[in-house]
């Protein structure tokens, strides 16, 4: 269903949702930029957004998607902080990097940085996910999570050797004991991998 130049923004970002619904995402991008009203477009973005990574789980689209606008407010979501994950889970550790690069400063970047190095770890990587941390400039704090995140990689890929190295680079003593017990007890969960968030720790 094509646009008309009479639309409000109530009808168009309306529009643009029955476009993702029937898979049109192309139409429905360029009847979101005829929209002028920010909190509609906000919605329409967001729409379209949803459709490409929980529906179609199409996520190079979604990332094609959030990099093609120029203003973060119009994606910055919980919704992006996953696509991130999946793109680094997927291999696309390069597309993950370049979304948290043009993420504000108040957005989780460690939180998603320390899970991009264990995705990196996770395949053997481990070089690549030292270089994440050294990109992203993680302070200390950030680094011993991460560290813990890929010790726990190492372990279930049966390198204990190299796991009890990076346990050496722990500082923060309640993170290394939690690394000792991982080095310890190579029966690792490997579910369990998001990072642990003290809520009295900037991210």
């Not at 994606?75 to 993420?103: F, N, P, Y």
């Not at 990587?125 to 994440?132: P, Q, S, V």
């Not at 993680?138 to 991460?146: F, G, I, V």
């Not at 309640?174 to 642990?196: D, F, I, Q, Y």
């Amino acid at each position: 269903m094509p646009a008309s130049p009479l639309q409000s923004n109530e009808e168009l970002k309306a529009l643009v949702i029955k476009q993702t619904q029937a898979g049109d995402i192309e139409a429905a991008k360029l009847t979101a930029s005829r929209i002028t009203d920010w909190n509609y477009l906000r919605e329409a973005w967001m729409g379209i957004l949803h459709t490409q990574f929980s529906v179609l789980n199409d996520h190079q689209g979604a990332k094609e998607t959030v990099l093609s606008l120029t203003d973060h407010r119009l994606w910055m979501s919980t919704l992006v902080h996953d696509l991130v994950l999946r793109l680094a889970q997927l291999g696309d550790i390069e597309g993950a990097k370049t979304i948290i690069r043009i993420m504000p400063k108040d957005s989780p970047r460690g939180t998603l940085v320390t899970q991009i190095a264990f995705a990196q770890a996770k395949h053997g990587d481990y070089i690549g996910a030292r270089a994440t941390l050294d990109l992203f400039q993680c302070d200390q704090y950030w680094r011993d999570l991460a560290s813990v995140l890929i010790i726990k990689a190492m372990v279930e890929r049966g390198d204990i050797a190299e796991a009890k190295t990076v346990l050496m680079q722990i500082i923060d003593p309640e993170v290394k004991a939690s690394a000792v017990k991982l080095c310890g007890n190579p029966a690792v969960n490997p579910e369990s991998t998001r990072t642990p968030l003290p809520p009295h720790k900037p991210s």
